[in-house]
């Protein structure tokens, strides 16, 4: 993790490593008559099969889906889906299911824009209504991997109910973001899959560069001559429970273990310029344990430890 929250390069290295893997991506999006996967329906399913090392489409399915019951107003001023477009494009749900089934296979890599937490959950449980069992090798959620790459100050929208900014990772926004929103049709599934599979590219592409970043940092944090740091003292400090650290008071300013995010961080002074190990295995020698993790546990006994 950089010193950025949102620059997170772990999940792009675990997608770069699924895509080295997989020889296409299915990018799949819904469009339903609310939002609950149990009682609403599913009135239109687009995806495609998209080779993301040669950047270019393998396939492609649009299909919309006849519903049991009228789609209500506000869902069509949303996705314009009537019940007339049904009755002369739409598929019964048993046919419907059949194409999908044919285009999504056990092996493949899916992926879509908040489909973790909406899309999958509506496709299991149409593929459970006519007993059948959703499996697929990933799933991958580009809404949020947008939360990784992204800058929250880039995204960010007016609040109606308070009248401030906050970020906004709406899949709108962040098209809009890398400029590629032109010609998209939005609240249309074939339109969010192909905004969908634009932003993807753009967010492998800074993802990368975030690690590139990660690689320069890091050679430059070890190229620094590390100091011997004389210890001080160690000192037990936890207000909350979200608040748990050891400190390590030394010559070369105050180091802290943080128990909550386990990892070592600096109050004041260079954390890159000494050498953080030594003063570690001091600390542990002082304290009489092997671990961060049995080190904050005996200081939350001990409270404070004078060495000189």
Not at 77 to 86: A, K, M, Q, Y
Not at 114 to 133: H, P, R, V
Not at 172 to 177: A, C, L, P, Q, S
Request: hydrophobic fraction near 35%.
């Amino acid at each position: 993790m950089t010193d950025n929250k949102w620059k997170d390069t772990s999940r792009t290295k675990e997608i770069l490593s699924i895509l080295d893997n997989t020889d296409s991506i299915v990018f799949y999006d819904l469009e339903t008559t609310g939002i609950s996967y149990k009682k609403d329906r599913i009135l239109q399913f687009a995806a495609t099969r998209y080779d993301m090392k040669n950047e270019m489409t393998l396939d492609k399915i649009n299909l919309f889906i006849k519903c049991p019951f009228s789609v209500p107003e506000k869902i069509t001023e949303i996705n314009h889906i009537t019940d007339e477009l049904l009755e002369e494009e739409g598929l019964d749900e048993e046919v419907a299911i059949e194409e999908i089934r044919n285009f999504i296979h056990e092996s493949d890599v899916i992926a879509g824009y908040n489909n973790n937490t909406f899309d999958d959950n509506f496709i299991k449980q149409l593929y459970e209504e006519y007993c059948y069992e959703f499996k697929v090798k990933e799933s991958i959620d580009v809404y949020k991997y947008a939360k990784t790459i992204v800058p929250p100050e880039s995204v960010l929208i007016k609040d109606e109910k308070t009248g401030k900014n906050k970020p906004s990772y709406k899949l709108v926004i962040v098209t809009g973001y890398y400029h590629c929103e032109e010609d998209i049709l939005f609240h249309d599934a074939d339109g969010d899959v192909t905004a969908t599979i634009e932003i993807f590219k753009h967010l492998i592409q800074d993802g990368k560069n975030y690690i590139e970043e990660e690689k320069i940092k890091e050679k430059a944090r070890k190229d620094i001559p590390r100091q011997d740091a004389k210890l001080l003292s160690v000192s037990y400090f936890s207000p909350s429970i979200n608040l748990r650290r050891v400190y390590i008071n030394t010559d070369q300013g105050t180091f802290f273990y943080d128990d909550v995010n386990h990892e070592w961080r600096a109050k004041n002074g260079n954390i890159d310029s000494i050498d953080m190990e030594a003063l570690k295995k001091k600390t542990f020698d002082v304290v009489g344990v092997s671990t961060e993790e049995d080190l904050f546990k005996e200081m939350r006994k001990r409270n404070k430890i004078r060495v000189a």
